[in-house]
Nanobody, 126 residues
């Protein structure tokens, strides 16, 4: 059973940077595509970025392209989300999730993920 724990959130000014980490338990972490999602108050949860099992394929929503970078270190059972040039509209609770149903590629829909962390809050002040 894989469990996910996010960390690295906080309060940052516009233009600042944060690096989120998603640490996983379980020896099969490298078998799962991982995604980062976010949810702001009153809004639906949306995918931000996703990475394939081996890290060779990534996906980003348009609003974060060029600013966010997803990566993974399977030896450390950790996925990262480097967030640069943060904007107030990036303010949300960020979640990482693992897809045990997808065997290859990236998963971009929430219902493709079946293991979720508790989230970490990111607040960007203007």
């Amino acid at each position: 059973q894989v469990q996910l724990v996010e960390s690295g959130g906080g309060l940052v000014q516009t233009g600042g940077s944060l690096r989120l980490s998603c640490a996983a338990s379980g020896r099969t972490f490298g078998a799962y595509p991982i995604g980062w999602f976010r949810q702001a108050p009153g809004k639906e949860r949306e995918i931000v970025a996703a990475v394939s099992r081996g890290g060779g394929t990534t996906y980003y929503i348009d609003s974060v392209k060029g600013r966010f970078t997803i990566s993974r270190d399977n030896a450390k059972n950790t996925v990262y989300l480097q967030m640069n040039n943060l904007k107030p509209e990036d303010t949300a609770r960020y979640y990482c999730a693992a897809s045990r149903v997808l065997s290859a590629g990236v998963a971009v829909m929430p219902d493709q993920y079946d293991v979720w962390g508790q989230g970490t809050q990111v607040t960007v002040s203007s």
